[in-house]
């Protein structure tokens, strides 16, 4: 029987059954929202309506809201949304109100979705090659009571805006010497997710040269909804040298100027505001002595998936033009207040990404995130996750996965 605007009413009964579940769990965001409107279940002004809404809770309830008036197609391409954003367990929450098998996307070429996967195998699920999923920890009222105080204001929803740039492909007649950084789409993804959970709009952006880097941040840096919120969260993946990293054009961007966009002078709508940057680059070309093989300039049959971020354009130059070029971009981080900075490595040495499970950094972040947002400041935390990445840079060749 089909119920209202042609849905069926048996999938309009899961929905409403379902609907406290996956107004509480659920995470609507852009990539989800683009996933609908590219089966044509929503108009552009539908997606902008949602977006816009403050909070998770609202973004999921107005979702829900639309969906029974979107045809009798709506409903399993809101169950493709879920399994391609790998929320399966809330696919297969609907199903148990469905009476017959959920109705497949009728697409032609259509690769079928991946099996379900249970928590305990979400949760033991690095050894797999897949991060880690576990859900983001909640912090106890007697700990926020305790420390808020001392803690800066973060009770806004959403908690704040969240920018990831992600350069994984890069122009091969521009810069030939920068490799693609495969696994940099599942290190996109894993901040995309734990930032979400967390309470942040988040927007990526892929592939893009050194101006488009700067203006994305320009651009990123003015919306007006940094006055409302709570903080800014910034993560840049990429290659890099020591204080820049590479666009898709083999040109560098100098952090020390992304650090000036958001100061207080350049960014006034986050004046005593906390702004976190992540930077997954490389800050050089020495390698941890630990390491016995990388996949690099001379390259090995390393039977590992290990990759470093760095470029290659300082070979045969010698030491004094990375000496005076590194001079040049040195970061001044000090000068500015409310800001910090997670580093994949130290200075002068090369950042290490694993090109199934995304780089060790980002692992470790998110991992960090998950499991100490709760109950652990963010300096604590960043020392946390530098503590188990330099174990990685020790152990991981040593024991070949």
Partial sequence: MLGECGMLERDRRGLRKCSVTLCKEMVVDELFIQSLQTDDILTDSMAESILVEPTSHKRSWRLLSLLPKRGPRAFSSFCSALRDTEQQHLCALLTEYVDSPLPLPTQEGMVPAKRARTQE??????????????????????????????????????????????NVSFDPCAAPDLDSRKGGEVDEEVLRKVFTELDYIVTVRRDLTAPGMRACIEQFGRRQQHQTVSSCVVCLLSHGVEGAIYGTDGQLLELDWVFEAFDNAHCPLLQNK????????????????????????????????????????????????????????????????????????????????????GSWFIQEVNSALRFRARDTHLSDILVQVNTHTTYHSHSKYIFPQ
């Fill in 121 to 166: 195998s979400m949760e033991m699920c690095l050894d797999a090659d897949s991060p880690i999923t576990s859900p983001v920890l909640p912090c106890t009222p007697d700990f926020y009571l305790s420390h808020c105080q001392q803690s800066y204001n973060m009770v806004s929803s959403p908690r704040g805006l969240a920018l990831v740039i992600s």
């Fill in 274 to 357: 906390p702004k976190m940057f992540f930077i997954q680059a490389c800050r050089g070309e020495e390698m941890d002595c630990g390491v016995e093989q990388s996949d690099g300039p001379e390259r090995t049959q390393s039977p590992g998936c290990e990759q470093r971020d760095a470029g290659r354009e300082g070979e045969g130059d010698g030491d004094t033009r990375q000496t005076e070029e590194r001079g040049r971009l040195r970061v001044k981080l000090p000068q500015r207040s409310d800001m910090i900075c997670g580093f994949a490595s130290l200075k002068g040495t090369a950042a290490m990404r694993n090109t199934k499970r």
